[in-house]
């Protein structure tokens, strides 16, 4: 059977394929109801009046939920947000599927430097609370991002970066227990 982004996100909370309704009944949980309407603007965002209503709506959420992810930004499926608000994703950074975004999170782009650019993200990364991804640099599959950690370099895969400034510690199983029902 074929699943669309959406269900693959809402999967991720539950661990079941839902139904359209059921997702509409999850839909109460303000981090779902954002992804739901997140995905249906980037679903609609070439059309010219679906998307302009839709773009409408996810302003509108944007602002209540205190969401701040714009429908140009490439989200993986299995896109999972922890808790809501108060969180800012650059519309040109990429991430990848299985991942896990908690409140107060920054990923964003530095404008001098070494790193001028935008973050890229890989498959099953966990990003604390209050976490910085900052510039033109690459975070590896299989890694978790601790609270409150400043990372403004490349981080390997299976890592957890911890601490600000951010230390890398090698760890194969980084994210086992963080991301679950992963697609």
């Known amino acids: 059977m074929s699943y669309t982004i959406i269900q693959k996100d809402f999967y ?10 059921q997702i509409w009944k999850k839909c109460l949980n303000p981090n779902l109801h954002f992804i739901y309407i997140f995905r249906k ?7 010219p009046f679906l998307g302009l209503y839709w773009r409408i709506v996810l302003r509108h959420f944007q602002i209540k939920y205190g969401f701040q992810i714009y429908p140009e930004t490439e989200i993986g499926e299995g ?6 608000g108060s969180l800012v994703i650059n519309p040109k950074a990429k991430i990848g599927k299985n991942c896990n975004i908690a409140q107060g999170v920054t990923i964003g782009q530095q404008n ?4 001028v650019g935008y973050p890229v993200i890989g498959d099953e990364v966990w990003i604390g609370p209050n976490a910085v991804i900052v510039g033109k640099i690459t975070i590896g599959n299989n890694v978790l991002v601790a609270p409150n950690a400043y990372v403004n370099f490349d981080v390997p895969e299976n890592s957890i970066v911890a601490g600000n400034p951010a230390n890398i510690f090698p760890n194969e199983n980084a994210t086992d227990g963080y991301i679950n029902n992963k697609i």
């Open 41 to 47: 603007t980037q679903k609609y965002n070439k059309t």
């Open 79 to 84: 896109f999972y947000l922890g808790h809501w």
């Open 112 to 115: 001098r430097g070494k790193n």
């Open 12 to 21: 991720r909370e539950s661990g079941k394929w839902l139904s359209t309704f």
